[in-house]
């Protein structure tokens, strides 16, 4: 049994986690440069708490601007186990309406402009996102959410675009008709991957705010629209969050699911011809592995 340390990293909407106890805002240098803003840390029912707004204070940040690898390696790196991401995004679902929350289990990565792996030249590793959420995590998630008396839904695919402009309405229904996906957001790629790499349980939440651009009778997506969304959800999210240190206990077993353990078998560069410089930068998040 170690430590349970869990991380929520906050979209559009969250900026804070509620009755958190001796709450401080800590920077954290890390290799990849620095995160989006200092991270919340404390506790919260006697579970060590970290929050990290994705877009920062003010939301500075734009989808492609965030930096994923500084964020992952900074939770990795204060020692987070478990990372929850709630974000903002559309639905292609009429029963995943506005207001609406949705477990995700699966991914479309769409985006072209970030960079999304810690490892390359020097130290090559391939990990498996086939299955790209911890099913342990979600199960948390979705346990919370409705005793939180939120309408959510378990399972569904998560169309991850660049940004920031929202979608087309041709690429709208090809994502909904052609490609099967049921949510489209603009974050959590490539931050499901590097979690992966970095080894930690990763669940998304997503907060339905809007229907896209496909739905006949609701048009374009209308940020005023989205932004009156936002505010229920964000009290919707900080309730799901609050209920997260009860679920997941202050200790936690080793994920059954290997989520803690992805790097096994994946680096693939012999010791002998791994580049130094890569292999210091990976020292949070792959320190198991190369040290």
């Known amino acids: 049994m170690t430590p349970t340390r869990i991380a929520v990293i906050g979209g559009s909407g969250i900026y804070e986690i509620d ?3 001796d709450a401080k805002w800590v920077q954290v240098a890390t290799p990849w440069g620095k995160p989006s803003d200092q991270i919340l840390t404390g506790t919260l029912d006697g579970v060590e708490m970290a929050f990290l707004p994705r877009h920062g204070r003010g939301h500075v940040h734009t989808p492609t601007s965030v930096p994923y690898r500084a964020n992952i390696d900074a ?3 204060i020692g987070c186990t478990d990372v929850i991401s709630v974000s903002a995004c559309g639905s292609f679902r009429e029963e995943m309406a506005p207001g609406d929350f949705v477990i995700i289990d699966q991914f479309i990565d769409r985006t072209v402009n970030r960079d999304k792996t810690f490892f390359g030249p020097g130290c090559v590793a391939h990990v498996s996102v086939a ?9 948390a998630c979705e346990t919370a959410a409705r005793d939180a008396g939120i309408n959510v839904h378990r399972g569904g695919t998560y169309l991850a675009m660049e940004g920031p402009q929202f979608s087309t309405l041709a690429e709208s229904r090809m994502y909904r008709e052609s490609w099967c996906a049921d ?9 499901a991957k590097l979690a992966r790499e970095a080894e930690l349980c990763y669940a998304s939440v997503a907060m339905i705010t809007d229907y896209d651009s496909w739905h006949p009778d609701h048009g374009e997506v209308d940020v005023t ?3 009156a969304t936002l505010t229920g959800n964000a009290d919707k999210g900080r309730n799901l969050v609050a209920r997260l240190p009860a679920l997941l206990g202050a200790e936690r077993a080793p994920c059954p699911h290997f989520c803690d353990r992805a790097l096994e078998y994946a680096i693939m560069t012999s010791p002998e011809a791994r580049d130094p410089d890569v292999v210091a930068k990976l020292d ?6 190369l040290g």
């Open 19 to 21: 009755g958190l106890e």
């Open 75 to 77: 939770l990795k790196r």
């Open 131 to 139: 299955h790209p959420t911890c099913p342990r995590l979600s199960d």
């Open 183 to 191: 949510v489209i957001g603009m974050t959590n790629m490539p931050e």
């Open 225 to 227: 629209q989205i932004i």
């Open 284 to 289: 949070a998040v792959a320190g198991r592995m």
